[in-house]
C-alpha cells in the first residue's frame, strides 16, 4: 500500500511507488530494493520489477553465471556476486576475488583496469571466448564499480525494515507512539505523524495534566496523548511534581492543583505554559485561568502562612481549604479565547496547535474559490513519477555507510532563499499572462510552466532580503489545500504589499504562478492576471483566522460565547464582504438579445477588472445558464456597469 511512514529504508517517496509496483514476495525482494534504490543501479529497477513479472525475459551472459544472478533476475546487485561470478567464470581464487572486490569498492581505477587484464586472460584459461570475458567486465563488473552494495549490510537493512514493517501493520498505533518518542526533538516530523494519525483515524489528545505523561502516551488503539516534556516553560522538575501528585489520585480543581503541587508548579511561567497548552482546560476557560493567577500564587502563599504558624495541626487529614477558611475562585474573564489566539499559544507553547489547523473546515472552500488550482494539482500529480536520487558514491565497504533513504531527502523550501541576492531572480516580469495547459514530462530539461491563478492559503513562515541593488524582498511560505506555495515580493512590489504579509494570517493571491521544476516547488508573485491590464493594490488580500474562518461558517465548538463589540470597526471593515449575499448565491446576469460576440467580450473584460472574492459570476443567454468562472468581490459596480451597457 505504499504505508511506510516510519519503515526504516522504505520511508521515502520512490521507494514506495518502486515498492508498490515490485510487491515484495520475499525478503530477498527487499535486500534488492535496498541495495537498488541507489543513484547507480536505480535505472535498473524497472528492469529489475518487469523481470519478475515475467514481462521481459531474464537473461544471462553464460550459464555458469545463472546461479549467481537468478535471485537478482540476471542483474548484477551486489559485491557478492562479482566476486562469485569472477570465481565461476574466470576461475579466481577467494582471495583474488576479494582483491577485486576492494578494487570496485575503494574505485581504485587503476587497479579495476589491472583486474581487466588478469581476467579476461584467466577466462581464456576457462576456455571462455575472449569477446565474452570482455563483455562481461566491461558491461557487468566495471559498470558495477559506481554502485557496487554489499549484500550482508543491505539484509540487516532489510531485516530492521520487516520488523519495523511488521510492527507497523499489527501494533499501528502502539508503532505511532513509539515513532513520536523517539522525533519528539524533531517538530516537524511530529506534524507529519500527527497527520498521518488523522488519516488513520487515530486522535492526538491534547496535553493534559491528569492525564500526560512525561512523554507521547498510548491510550487505546485509536487515542495517543500529548506529553508534558512538549510544554516550553515547563521545567523537569515541575512535571516530576506533577506525575508523581497524580499517580494514585487525579487533580479535581484548581484548588487541588495549588495545594499538592506547591511553589514547584504554582508560579507564572509554569501556569502560564500549563494554561496556554490546554493542559488545564478541564478546570477553566483559558483567559479566566490567566487572569487567575496572581489569585492562585496568593492563595498557594496563604495557605502556606497557615501551615507555618502550625493553625492547621488539630485538623490534619481534613479538607484544606474548609480547616483555614481559605477559599478560592476563578476570575471570570468577559471574553473567552478565541480559536485563533489558542492556535498561535498552543504553537508556541508546545510547536503545534492541538486546537486544530487554522484551515481545518475550510479546504472545500479554498478549493472552490481559488482560481487555476485544479492545474496546481495536475502538474503535483505528474512530478511525483520522477524520483530525485542524489547520494554520493560512498565506500561501500564502510558498514556505517548513510542509508539511501536519507540521502536522498529534498532540500526544505527555504533553504533555496539564500540563492536569491537581487531582483534578477528568473520569474517572469509584470504583464500579461494567458492561461495555458501544463504538459509536464518527466525530461530533466523541462522549462518552467507559469499560468494566471489566484490562491487562498495560511502564511507559515516569512523572509524579508535586502538586494545587492539596495531594495527589499520578501518570500513566505504559504499553506494551501493540499500544497505549499512560496510568495515572492519583488523590490517593485515590495511597499505595495509587505504589511499584508504576516505569519499566521490568511491570504488570497492573484498572480503569475510559476512551477519550478528543479526546485519541485511552487512560487507566486502578485500581478495581473485574467486579462487585467494592470495588478493595481488589490493583488493580495489578508485577513485574520478568525475572519476567515467566520466568513467560511467554521464553528468554533469551544467558544458557548463571543463579544461581538470587541472587534474593531477598522477589523470589520477590513473584510471585503460588506455587500456580499450571505448565502455566497451565484449573481446572473440577463443578457439581451441584441448582443454581440464584441459586447460578451467587453462583458469578460469587465469582469477581469473587478476585485476577486467569494461571489460566483453566471449568464442566462436564451434561457440557458452559463458560469462565466468569474467569482468577484461584490455586485454593485457590475450592476452600474450592466445598466449603462444596455442604456
Known amino acids: 500500500e505504499g504505508d511506510m511512514t516510519g519503515v526504516f529504508q522504505f520511508e521515502s517517496d520512490g521507494m514506495r511507488r518502486y515498492l508498490k509496483e515490485l ?102 584459461t576457462q576456455w571462455h571466448k575472449e569477446d565474452l570475458a570482455i563483455y562481461i567486465f566491461d558491461e557487468i563488473i566495471e559498470p558495477f564499480a559506481g554502485y557496487g552494495f554489499n549484500k550482508s549490510h543491505a539484509a540487516c537493512y532489510s531485516m530492521i525494515a520487516y520488523q519495523t514493517a511488521y510492527m507497523k501493520t499489527y501494533y499501528p498505533t502502539e508503532f505511532m507512539v513509539a515513532l513520536m518518542v ?14 498521518e494519525a488523522a488519516i488513520k483515524w487515530v486522535k492526538i489528545l491534547p496535553p493534559d495534566i491528569n492525564q500526560s505523561r512525561q512523554h507521547f502516551t498510548y491510550v487505546d488503539n485509536t487515542t495517543i ?40 508548579v504554582i508560579n507564572k511561567k509554569s501556569l502560564e505554559s500549563l494554561i496556554y497548552s490546554w493542559a488545564l482546560d478541564d478546570f477553566g476557560e483559558r483567559n479566566s485561568l490567566l487572569a487567575s493567577i496572581v489569585k492562585m500564587t496568593a492563595y498557594l502563599k496563604e495557605i502556606e502562612s497557615k501551615r507555618e504558624t502550625s493553625q492547621m495541626g488539630l485538623f490534619d487529614g481534613l479538607d484544606t481549604s474548609e480547616n483555614t477558611g481559605v477559599h478560592f475562585e476563578l476570575e471570570k474573564s468577559k471574553v473567552e ?51 530525485p536520487v542524489s547520494v554520493s558514491n560512498e565506500d561501500t565497504d564502510d558498514a556505517t555507510q548513510e542509508s539511501s533513504d536519507d540521502a536522498t531527502e529534498q532540500k526544505p523550501l527555504n533553504s533555496q532563499i539564500d540563492s536569491i541576492e537581487n531582483d534578477n531572480v528568473d520569474i517572469p516580469p509584470n504583464n500579461n499572462t494567458p492561461e495555458i495547459d501544463i504538459n509536464i514530462t518527466t525530461d530533466e530539461k523541462e522549462p518552467d510552466v507559469v499560468i494566471s491563478a489566484t490562491l ?67 512560487s507566486v508573485s502578485p500581478g495581473a492576471g485574467f486579462g487585467k491590464k494592470s495588478a493595481g493594490s488589490d493583488a493580495i488580500k489578508s485577513f485574520s483566522i478568525s475572519q476567515f474562518r467566520d466568513f467560511v461558517g467554521v464553528k468554533d465548538p469551544k467558544v458557548k460565547w463571543r463579544n461581538e463589540e470587541s472587534a474593531s470597526t477598522e477589523e470589520i471593515q477590513e473584510l471585503p464582504i460588506q455587500n456580499t449575499p450571505q448565502d455566497n448565491s451565484n449573481y446572473y446576469i440577463d443578457i439581451p438579445p441584441y448582443w454581440t460576440k464584441d459586447d460578451l467580450l467587453d462583458l469578460k473584460d469587465h469582469l477581469a477588472s473587478l476585485p476577486i472574492w467569494l461571489i460566483p459570476v453566471w449568464i442566462r443567454v436564451s434561457g440557458i445558464e452559463k458560469n462565466t468562472k468569474f467569482t468577484i468581490e461584490n455586485i454593485s459596480e457590475l450592476e452600474r456597469w450592466v445598466k449603462m451597457k444596455n442604456v
Not at 529497477?45 to 525475459?57: A, C, H, N
Request: proline share 4%.
Open 225 to 264: 496523548r500529548f506529553w508534558l516534556k512538549a510544554i516550553k516553560g515547563l521545567g523537569e522538575w515541575p512535571i516530576t511534581t506533577i506525575r508523581n501528585n497524580v499517580k494514585d489520585t487525579k487533580f479535581t480543581s484548581i484548588e487541588d492543583i495549588i495545594e499538592r503541587t506547591g511553589g514547584d
Open 182 to 195: 523517539s522525533d519528539e526533538e524533531d517538530m516537524d516530523r511530529i506534524k507529519m505523524e500527527i497527520g
Open 456 to 522: 487562498i492559503g495560511l502564511v507559515t513562515s516569512i523572509r524579508k532580503i535586502q538586494t545587492k541593488s539596495g531594495g527589499m524582498m520578501l518570500m513566505a511560505l504559504v499553506e494551501s489545500a493540499g500544497f505549499d506555495f512560496r510568495l515572492v515580493l519583488f523590490s517593485c512590489d515590495y511597499e505595495a504589499y509587505v504589511s499584508k504579509i504576516e505569519e499566521d494570517r490568511i491570504i488570497i493571491v492573484e498572480g503569475r504562478v510559476r512551477f519550478d521544476t528543479e526546485r519541485d516547488e511552487i
Open 337 to 387: 479565547m478565541t480559536f485563533e489566539e489558542r492556535m498561535k499559544w498552543e504553537k508556541a507553547m508546545i510547536g503545534y496547535p492541538v486546537s486544530g489547523h487554522p484551515l481545518d473546515g475550510t479546504y472545500n472552500f479554498i478549493r472552490q474559490k481559488s482560481k487555476n488550482i485544479w492545474s496546481i494539482y495536475e502538474w503535483l500529480e505528474k512530478r511525483k513519477e520522477k524520483i
Open 23 to 124: 510487491k515484495p514476495s520475499s525478503f530477498e525482494d527487499l535486500i534488492a530494493m535496498v541495495s537498488l534504490y541507489r543513484p547507480g543501479p536505480l535505472a535498473y529497477i524497472p528492469e529489475f520489477i518487469d523481470r519478475k513479472f515475467g514481462r521481459k525475459v531474464v537473461e544471462y551472459p553464460h550459464p555458469s553465471l545463472e546461479a549467481i544472478l537468478k535471485p537478482t533476475y540476471g542483474i548484477a546487485v551486489y559485491q557478492e556476486q562479482i566476486m562469485q561470478l569472477v570465481q565461476a567464470f574466470a576461475g579466481f581464487s577467494l582471495g583474488e576475488a576479494d582483491i577485486l572486490r576492494r578494487a570496485i569498492g575503494k574505485k581504485k581505477y587503476d587497479l579495476l583496469m589491472e583486474q581487466r587484464d588478469k581476467f579476461i586472460q584467466a577466462a581464456h
